[in-house]
């Protein structure tokens, strides 16, 4: 992984940071010996690197620049592009975050019929802190499919996803009378509420609620639950 920015001076009315960058996960040339050339990408979270996550770090070669705008300490813009290029043809199009479920470990791979052009994703995010406590976000991304899309999904090779979300943070204290063996040792509790708004050009209606607890910067825990309905 290569990034740099730049922040222009003297546009304090709206900070812009400007960055780019390459990442580089390796894929499989041959899937036939011995050897597993694939990056294995260990329990990782994809909103990190991929808010829209159709795609994961593993045999891909993610080109990308973006767009941060500041107008006030409250709000933050942010615009991205990304130009996603499989790293190997004969390995798999990856997707998952790992470790959420026992049949696949959380990672599914799909043959790409000898193609390495995945998408080139359009996004723009925006985050705004209501006080110190209430933070309000929403998000909407566009992938324009390629070779190894439309290989797969040749009646419709573009996708959208949109969601809005809510985190209200709470110090430990709130609700230490709730669970006072856990809560004292934590600096703070945050929940999120995010709702999905499309993915993949069908409807879904959904909601995900996040609990994470922290201790000073060694220890973070979270629990998602969440459920979705998608309408074909």
């Given at each position: ?17 400007l ?11 041959d ?9 294995f990408?260990?329990?990782p ?26 107008p ?6 942010q ?62 991304g ?39 063996t856990?809560l ?17 050009g ?7 609620f ?7 910067a ?15």
């Open positions: 992984m290569v990034e740099f920015g730049w922040q222009p001076p003297n546009m304090n009315a709206v900070r812009p940071w960055r780019g960058g390459y990442d580089y996960g390796s894929g499989d040339n899937p036939n010996d011995n050897t597993h050339g694939t990056f990408q260990v329990l979270t994809p909103r990190i690197h991929a808010k829209f996550p159709f795609f994961n770090m593993m045999n891909l070669r993610n080109s990308f620049g973006s767009l941060l705008l500041r006030g300490r409250a709000l933050t813009i615009a991205e592009v990304h130009s996603l290029i499989l790293d190997s043809s004969r390995d798999l199009w990856y997707t998952g975050g790992g470790a959420f479920q026992p049949w696949t470990f959380g990672y599914q791979g799909r043959t790409v019929n000898g193609h390495k052009g995945l998408a080139t994703l359009y996004d723009v995010g925006a985050d705004y802190n209501v006080n110190a406590s209430l933070t309000l976000g929403g998000y909407i566009h992938a324009s499919g390629g070779a190894v899309i439309q290989s797969i999904y040749p009646k419709g090779n573009d996708g959208n996803f949109g969601y809005l979300e809510f985190t209200y943070r709470l110090g430990h204290r709130a609700f230490a009378h709730l669970f006072p856990v004292p040792l934590c600096d703070a509790v945050t929940h999120g509420f995010q709702i999905p708004l499309c993915t993949c069908h409807a879904v209606a959904g909601c995900y996040r609990i994470e607890l922290r201790h000073q060694r220890l973070r825990v979270r629990v998602w639950l969440g459920f979705d309905h998608t309408v074909l």
